[in-house]
């Protein structure tokens, strides 16, 4: 179950890390996030709470539009919902 959600919101940080629609600085947060995410020699409690404070951080920009928040928001909820599993 871990692997297959941690699969999705790998697929939803690559869609966000590749929409022209959004900032390039919220793009490269996702980026970041993933490259966080992909980081085996941590664990994954660790990975999520790295990955969570960078999109938290640029979910507060005022300049990214409410679609790329609501995106940022998702990612979030789920990076924590598997950090409990």
């Known amino acids: 179950m871990d692997e297959k959600m941690l699969e999705e919101v790998v697929f939803l940080l690559d ?3 590749q929409d022209t629609s959004v900032p390039k600085n919220v793009r490269k947060t996702a980026t970041d996030s993933r490259s966080a995410l992909s980081k085996e020699e941590d664990s994954l409690d660790l990975r999520c709470a790295t990955a969570v404070s960078l999109l938290d951080e640029i979910a507060n920009d005022p300049n990214v539009p409410a679609h790329g ?15 409990k599993t």
């Not at 928040?69 to 950090?83: Q, V």
């Open 69 to 83: 928040r609501a995106s940022l928001y998702t990612i979030i909820s789920r990076l924590e919902a598997l950090a």
């Open 15 to 17: 869609e966000l890390s």
